[in-house]
Each structure stands twice: as structure tokens, then as C-alpha cells.
């Protein structure tokens, strides 16, 4: 892990991208599981899309879980956040099967969706336990920032390569583009705070800024409103004044162009328009479904076989998706952790008071609230949700930020410098 025994004694990291704080007397971690937290979200985007129908993103999963299970032996984290993700996933997995007994859904379907559910939690286990400090997290942050910028080069080369009204990417369609996107976008602000090297500090505005017109080609209202609050919220915390500027002006300029807007882009887009009141029907669909399940749930993947012929592939909310597939249970379990997260960032920002906002301090805490409030918004802008392996990189960089809020300097620990000297 260190390349040289000046740096060791030293004290001083020789790679602060993926290793821990050498004062806190923290175990290290091979170089290599560094790098695939960075590669980690170009691989769950983009994966299957380079290399066909290899499934990476699963593999790396496992792999993870693997190095979480040798490093459990050395040292076991108790968290709050791993006690619930593993109880969220005994939950997951228990719903799942009685619902799949019950609903009996084709087993091809059922494969696929258990796959990404099963990696997923596998994941955010792996994600909790192997924590260190921010260091960890700022990895994936620059993980997500990375497969950002491929979406935007992508977008871009479909771009000026091909005369298209509206683009997709790498994806089955824009919807998926966009979600993809504004995933990221909410993480470039967690970066930007706690990036210690200023040659890639000032990349995460930039690469926001390509993500934002990325949203806009995809011809997604809401993507492009949820892109344009996170640069909003970001921009008012640096200067609030601009944040006010730039309010005013977008707000008079969606306002003039509105009905123009809206009719561009009801007309294109590869998916028909889907309108507030057709959303709540699609919503009152599913829920319909779950309740001529018995409220167990139709299983995993089993949402399609029983989706009324509506035009539309699926209710457009990853909520609802999840409580007609997995039953209203498991629906309000998830509920519950998720305000449960909700009441750790409100407290960690409540400890943390009298420092600004945009401090690594509080940026955390203060942006997983957002992402948190967001994901009504996020996971509607694809049909169905939990099939794509964003899913399961979402949910698990949700756990690993909730884990650095509880406690970011816990994981203070002696070990034998020398008999790790070789790591890495």
C-alpha cells in the first residue's frame, strides 16, 4: 500500500485515492479494491453494453463481498447501517421467495431480477464493511464522476455523429439515460467537497454541467428539472446570490418557453408522454396488482405478466414497482429505512452545526438528504427500475453514505505495521 518505507514512516499516504488515513491507525486495504470501487459504476452502466451479455457488474459484486467476508475476520463492523442492511436484505429475500412461490413468475424473468436484487444487497454489505473514512467514499465518488463523463462522451458522439431528436446512450432507452445521469449529478457536489487533489477538484462542476445537457438531449422534463435543483442547491451554497440570479432567470425562462417546450418534447423521445395524471394512474395500476396478490407481492420480475395493457411498460416508480413485485411489506420497510437515513443526516447536520454547508463535514450528510428526497423523482424516469444494475449500485451507495454519517472516525483500529508493509 505505501512504495517506499520514508512514506511509511512518514505517515503520509503515497495514493489518497484509494488508501485509508494512515493517522487513524486503520487497517489497509489492497490497492486493487480502490480501483474497482472506481470502475464499479462504469461497470454497472456499462458493462453488458461493451462486453454483451457478461454480467460484471454481478461479478465484481461478488468479488467485493468476498474481500468483506475476509476482512469481517479482522474486524466486524456493528453499525446501525449494517444492522439494517442486512436485516433490509434477510426481509428482501424472505418477501421474495414467498412471493415467488405464490406468484409463481417465469423463471427467466425471476432469474434476472433476483440476480441484480441479490448483488445489490451483496454489495451494500460489502460497501458497509469495507468503509474507512471519507477516503472511501470520495472513491466512488470519482467512480460515478468517471462513468458520468463516459455517458456525456457517448451522448456526445451520438450527437454529431447521427441526426437524432432524442438519444439514449448505451441504453434501451432515454429514460434510462436520464436516470443514469442524474444519479451521478447528485454525487458530483460529495466530491467537489471532499476531493483533496486540485487537479480534479474543478472537474465535478464540469462533468455536472455535461451531465445537465445530457438530461436536456433526453427530452425528460423531469430529469431536467431534478438536474437543474441539484445545480441550483449547489451553486446557493457557494454563492447564494447567484443561486437567486439564476433561479429568477430559469424560472422566467421556462415560463416563456413552456408551452413550446412541452410540445418538442411530448412529440419525441422513443416513449409517450407521460403526464401527472397518467403517472398516478400507472401508480394506482400497480398498486392494483399487489392487492390481487394478497399484498404478498407477484415475485421477482413477475410485474409484466400481470401489467394491464396501458401502453406503457411499468409504473414508472421503483416504490411501487418494488410493492407490487415484493409485497406492501417489504414496501413499508423500505420506507421506514429510508427516514430512518433521513433522521441520521437531519442529526449529523444538527452535531455539525455552525460550519458550512458545503464542508466535508456536512456536504454528506447534507446530500444524501437530497438524493433521499429526490428518488420519487429519480426512478421515474425509466418504466421499471430494480431489473437495471443501477439499482443495485444505487442502493448501495446510499448504505455506504449512511454508514460515513453515523460515524465517519469510528473505524480507529492497532494493527502491525510491519506484517502489512506488503499490502497493495
Same mark, same amino acid.
Given at each position: ?9 512518514? !505517515? ?5 485515492? +484509494? ?14 479494491? !480502490? ?38 475476520? $479482522?474486524?466486524?463492523?456493528?453499525? $446501525? ?5 442486512? !436485516? ?31 448483488? %445489490? &444487497? ?13 477516503? +472511501?467514499?470520495? +472513491?466512488? %465518488?470519482?467512480?460515478? &464522476? ?15 455523429? /447521427? ?32 476531493? =483533496?487533489?486540485? /487537479? ?7 462533468? %455536472? ?10 427530452? $425528460?422534463?423531469? *430529469? ?14 457557494? /454563492? ?16 416563456i418557453f413552456r408551452h413550446g417546450m412541452a410540445w418538442r418534447w411530448s412529440a419525441i423521445g422513443g416513449e409517450p408522454p407521460l403526464s401527472l395524471p397518467t403517472h398516478l394512474n400507472l401508480l394506482s395500476e400497480a398498486m392494483d396488482v ?38 406492501? *411489506?417489504? !414496501? ?11 433522521? =441520521? ?6 452535531? @455539525?452545526?455552525g460550519r458550512p454547508l458545503s464542508s466535508p463535514d456536512r456536504a454528506v450528510a447534507l446530500w444524501l438528504g437530497v438524493i433521499i428526497v429526490m428518488l420519487p423523482w429519480t426512478t421515474s424516469l425509466q418504466a421499471t427500475w430494480l431489473g437495471?444494475? &443501477?439499482?443495485?449500485? #444505487? @442502493?448501495? #451507495? ?12 469510528? $473505524? ?13
Open positions: 500500500m505505501f512504495n517506499s518505507d520514508e512514506s511509511r514512516d512518514s !505517515g503520509e499516504p503515497s495514493n489518497p485515492l +484509494t488508501k485509508p488515513v494512515y493517522h487513524a491507525g486503520q487497517r489497509p486495504m489492497p490497492r486493487w479494491v !480502490g480501483w474497482a470501487l472506481v470502475g464499479l459504476p462504469s461497470l454497472a452502466l456499462l458493462g453488458t453494453w461493451f462486453v454483451g451479455r457478461v454480467p460484471l457488474f454481478h461479478c465484481v459484486a461478488v468479488v467485493l463481498l468476498i474481500v468483506a467476508l475476509w476482512d469481517w475476520s $479482522r474486524f466486524s463492523d456493528r453499525s $446501525r447501517t449494517m444492522v439494517a442492511v442486512l !436485516g433490509l436484505s434477510l426481509v428482501i429475500l424472505l418477501s421474495g421467495c414467498i412471493a415467488w412461490v405464490v406468484g409463481r413468475p417465469s423463471l427467466e424473468d425471476a432469474g434476472l431480477q433476483s440476480l441484480v436484487t441479490v448483488s %445489490a &444487497m451483496a454489495l451494500a454489505i460489502s460497501l458497509v464493511q469495507l468503509y474507512r473514512s471519507s477516503e +472511501t467514499v470520495l +472513491t466512488l %465518488a470519482r467512480g460515478w &464522476m468517471c462513468a458520468v463523463l463516459i455517458l456525456v462522451g457517448i451522448t456526445m458522439y451520438q450527437r454529431l455523429s /447521427r441526426d437524432l431528436p432524442a438519444l439514449n446512450g448505451p441504453f434501451p432507452s432515454p429514460g434510462y439515460l436520464a436516470g443514469s445521469v442524474v444519479a451521478g449529478l447528485v454525487l458530483m457536489p460529495i466530491g467537489f467537497a471532499l476531493e =483533496s487533489d486540485r /487537479r480534479l477538484k474543478w472537474t465535478y462542476p464540469v462533468v %455536472a454541467l455535461g451531465a445537465t445537457w445530457v438530461v436536456w438531449t433526453t427530452h $425528460r422534463s423531469v *430529469g431536467v428539472w431534478c438536474a437543474l435543483v441539484v445545480l441550483l442547491i449547489w451553486v446557493a451554497l457557494w /454563492r447564494w446570490q447567484v443561486g437567486l440570479a439564476v433561479l429568477v432567470l430559469g424560472g422566467t425562462g421556462i415560463a399487489c392487492i390481487r396478490s394478497g399484498f404478498i407481492g407477484v415475485g421477482p420480475g413477475g410485474l409484466l405478466e400481470h401489467w394491464p395493457i396501458t401502453g406503457y411498460a411499468g409504473p414508472y416508480s421503483a416504490l411501487f414497482e418494488l410493492v407490487a413485485e415484493y409485497g406492501l *411489506g417489504v !414496501g413499508v420497510v423500505v420506507l421506514c429505512a429510508l427516514g430512518a437515513v433521513l433522521v =441520521s443526516c437531519g442529526q449529523r447536520l444538527i452535531l @455539525t452545526r437495471f444494475p &443501477m439499482a443495485g449500485l #444505487t @442502493t448501495a #451507495t446510499i448504505a455506504l453514505l449512511a454508514r460515513h454519517i453515523e460515524a465517519p472516525h469510528t $473505524r480507529v483500529l492497532q494493527w502491525d505495521k510491519e506484517s502489512w508493509s506488503g499490502v497493495g
